[in-house]
Nanobody, 121 residues
Framework: QVQLVESGGGLVQAGGSLRLSCAAS????????IGWYRQAPGKQRELVAT???????NYADSVKGRFTIPRDSAKNPVWLQMNSLKPEDTAVYYC???????????????WGQGTLVTVSS
């Protein structure tokens, strides 16, 4: 079993910053890809940003230039630095990881429980 625990959400004014953290724990595993998704009320869950074990990042167009996953965050824990926040960034943010569970000999997709980010105007 691999578990993801997020932290760092909260309330911030528009233009402010927050940093989210996601820590993976459990049995022996290797992180292949890890990142963040978000779900706003009444909307589908969407990709925010991911990073793979090679350090390659992928960002949603809506957050490019504002959100950053540091290059060494393919390790554990992973951070999401969010700057210039907008009210439309308000959502529950979920950490997601594709890991290789070495003792099980297979890949797993794991989700965290989510952390709420609220941006006031």
């Amino acid at each position: 079993q691999v578990q993801l625990v997020e932290s760092g959400g909260g309330l911030v004014q528009a233009g402010g910053s927050l940093r989210l953290s996601c820590a993976a724990s459990g049995s022996t595993f290797t992180i292949e890809t890890i990142g963040w998704y978000r779900q706003a009320p009444g909307k589908q869950r969407e990709l925010v940003a991911t990073i793979n074990s090679g350090g390659n990042t992928n960002y949603a167009d809506s957050v490019k230039g504002r959100f950053t996953i540091p290059r060494d965050s393919a390790k554990n824990p992973v951070w999401l630095q969010m700057n210039s926040l907008k009210p439309e960034d308000t959502a529950v943010y979920y950490c997601n990881a594709r890991v290789y569970a070495r003792l099980m000999g297979k890949y797993l997709e794991v989700w965290g429980q989510g952390t709420l980010v609220t941006v006031s105007s």
